[in-house]
């Protein structure tokens, strides 16, 4: 009876400990805005957007993959609201925009202003990080330099 009771509450703890760990790599709350660049050198930008208790904890602006510029916020209210209340974004819904801002870029068109919400995303450090960003940003250059 004891070593049944040692062996359940040994695979009780394991089972919260792997919990534990895999709540541990889940994403951030993100604001995603991207659209057209204020920047006549770039076609497009990228803000980022932590967001937590009702609000944007920092906002960042990114032209290019690897420079990110902090900037204050100036989200509205209810953008806040809709991504921390509401569903998040479905990794369907970011490869479809990835096609059509690849569709715009093409034809020479302007990017449409477009909003994700990511949110609740498991194994975020493990892989998905890469996979739901990527298509986000996809088409801005890796550095400033290689801008062209």
Known sequence: MVTATLIMAFASHSATAQTAADAADMSPTLLIETGPSDNPSYRRMVFVKYLADDAVTVSYVAYNRT???QVPNDTPNA???ACLN???A????IEAYRGREAERREANTPPAIEHFCIKDISAWDAGNKATYLDPI???LPHAAALNN
């Open 79 to 81: 953008l806040i609201a």
């Open 86 to 88: 509401g569903p998040a």
């Open 67 to 69: 420079e990110f510029i």
């Open 90 to 93: 479905t990794l369907e819904q």
């Open 137 to 139: 940003f996809d088409g």
